[in-house]
Nanobody
Framework: VQLQESGGGSVQAGGSLRLSCAASGYTYSSYSMGWFRQAPGKEREGIATIASDGDTAYLDSVKGRFTISRDNAKNTLYLQMNSLKPEDTAVYYC?????????????????????????WGQGTQVTVSS
């Protein structure tokens, strides 16, 4: 299983970015997917999830600004990020799990404490300047 993020970069506050995550090596359409982020000195946090049936959920801090979507024909996960804020600066990771519904929680997550998705990308940096 491979997950490869792209689309990160630097943007001014109020701007937009779209992250992509290309998946391979498994039956993409039957897996739940999600986006996480980790800022320096902070725990990794789950910010958005999408089930195999397309059901979505968002962390409150990104709700209304970020949109997660998936294209099963292209085996690709997306995160459209609008109205970006400096506090959105982080490394963003996509993740996949062999469950049709996400089993992990939104918000701060620690590997030894909380359920973690099985597969992870290597991350892409997003920097938002004020």
């Amino acid at each position: 299983v491979q997950l490869q993020e792209s689309g990160g970069g630097s943007v001014q506050a109020g701007g937009s970015l779209r992250l992509s995550c290309a998946a391979s090596g498994y039956t993409y359409s039957s897996y739940s997917m999600g986006w996480f982020r980790q800022a320096p000195g902070k725990e990794r946090e789950g910010i958005a999830t999408i089930a195999s049936d397309g059901d979505t959920a968002y962390l409150d801090s990104v709700k209304g600004r970020f949109t997660i979507s998936r294209d099963n024909a292209k085996n690709t996960l997306y995160l459209q990020m609008n109205s970006l804020k400096p506090e959105d600066t982080a490394v963003y990771y996509c993740a996949a799990d062999a469950s049709t519904k996400p089993l992990w929680l939104l918000g701060p997550t620690a590997p030894l404490r909380d359920y973690q998705p099985l597969y992870w990308g290597q991350g892409t940096q997003v920097t938002v300047s004020s």
